[in-house]
């Protein structure tokens, strides 16, 4: 028998899914406080010493945290290379727009403290909000548009027919899902600075991080209001191969109203999902206006798995749907790499990702303690 048969492609297809859910999530639970923390930066903190304070909280770690998203981009790549062409050559502006904007934040980094110039300084403090905000919100943008379909097509070699425009991504429901994505990655920067500032930053880090944790709250409900009542999933159309082959064309995929919601049916402990985005935002809520750090943190943590993961298991076995040609619409069953090439992607997971999460872990704890003005005006920081 060969090695790779130890394990079916069935199987092995339902494993990268959730390898790259957790890839994401992972991404939005690391990454995701530094993106809220340098959306939150010109207005938590007055002052240059104030500011880099907060610089320095997520200074030492930032880069650290980027390595989900390389890792969730390289999954995307070699495990589903299908979705890989899509989305990355479809949403190609967004994408340079927000690589653009993610360079601003080491550049601002490096550059903000190297004159003394409050002018200098403040413009800086300005690309890192955007280095924030930009790529938070685009990210809830795509993540609204894919909900209602990418406009591609496949002709009968699999070629890949993009026909939508950036313009065209800023629909009013995937707005909506970047303001869902603002307010949870807001809140999760919040709950950081609880954790690692004192006196008037953690105060205002507390009352903007409560407003986002309502906000989220309302948003989310709205999100799924919306797209229950107001946009058509989709839904396979008689018997699916899930070891077949590659090829989307193969299988018959009809839109239908509330197909995003017919998993929740089908599996009830899914409903855990949106159930987690609802009460973590809550216990973010509480612990941010209690002033317990630890709660808000943990809360918010929580918050951003269940509001990641929903859409996730939800559309599942859907990862790209399509709404030109929803026959072409890229699934778990028949968007991924070959038998062989996912069995060795998943050996080489199971060795280097316990690796990372060591690291990270080792890391964080040399790393732990709030950032003062002590540490700033001591020059025992490098921001």
């Not at 026909?163 to 709950?191: E, I, K, Q």
Request: hydrophobic share 55%.
């Amino acid at each position: 028998m060969v090695l790779h048969d130890l394990i079916s492609y069935e199987v092995l297809r339902v494993i990268w899914w959730l390898l790259l859910g957790v890839l994401l999530i992972g991404f939005a639970i690391m990454d995701g406080f530094d993106l809220g923390t340098t959306t939150l930066l010109p207005f938590v903190a007055k002052g240059d010493t104030e500011r880099r304070i907060v610089v320095n909280t997520i200074g030492p770690v930032w880069e650290g945290n980027q390595v989900w998203l390389v890792l969730g981009g390289g999954a995307i790549f070699a495990a589903w290379p299908a979705i890989y062409a899509v989305s990355f050559s479809g949403f190609y502006l967004a994408m340079f727009a927000i690589l653009f904007a993610l360079i601003l934040r080491p550049v601002g980094f490096k550059y903000r403290s190297k004159r003394e110039s409050a002018r200098w300084r403040t413009t800086w403090d300005w690309m890192l909000f955007i280095g924030g905000f930009v790529p938070t919100l685009i990210f809830g943008v795509a993540l609204g548009n894919v909900l209602q379909g990418v406009p591609f097509r496949l002709d009968d070699d699999l070629r890949i027919f993009y026909d939508g425009t950036f313009f065209g991504l800023l629909n009013p429901y995937a707005l909506l899902a970047g303001l869902v994505c603002v307010a949870m990655l807001v809140m999760h920067g919040a709950a950081y600075l609880s954790t690692k500032t004192e006196g008037p930053i953690n105060d205002r880090a507390r009352a903007y991080g409560s407003v986002s944790a309502l906000a989220l709250i309302v948003l989310f409900a709205l999100a799924g209001v919306w797209l229950y009542y107001g946009i058509d999933g989709y839904a396979f159309i008689g018997p699916v191969d899930a070891s077949g082959p590659s090829n989307p064309l193969m299988n018959d995929v009809a839109r239908e109203q509330g197909a995003w919601f017919v998993n929740y049916g089908r599996y009830p402990w899914m409903m855990l999902a949106p159930a987690l985005g609802f009460i973590g935002a809550i216990g973010a809520f509480i612990g941010l206006k209690g002033s317990k750090p630890t709660l808000a943190m943990l809360s918010s943590g929580i918050s951003v798995f269940g509001v990641v993961a929903t859409p996730g298991v939800a559309m599942f076995p859907f990862i790209l749907p399509s709404s030109e040609q929803p026959a072409a619409s890229l699934t778990a069953w028949d968007s991924s790499s070959s038998h062989v090439t996912l069995f060795i992607m998943l050996i080489c997971a199971l060795i280097f990702v316990p690796i990372i999460l060591a690291y990270t872990s080792w890391v964080y704890h040399i790393m732990w303690g709030k950032v003062t003005d002590k540490d700033i005006n001591g020059g025992g920081h490098a921001y």
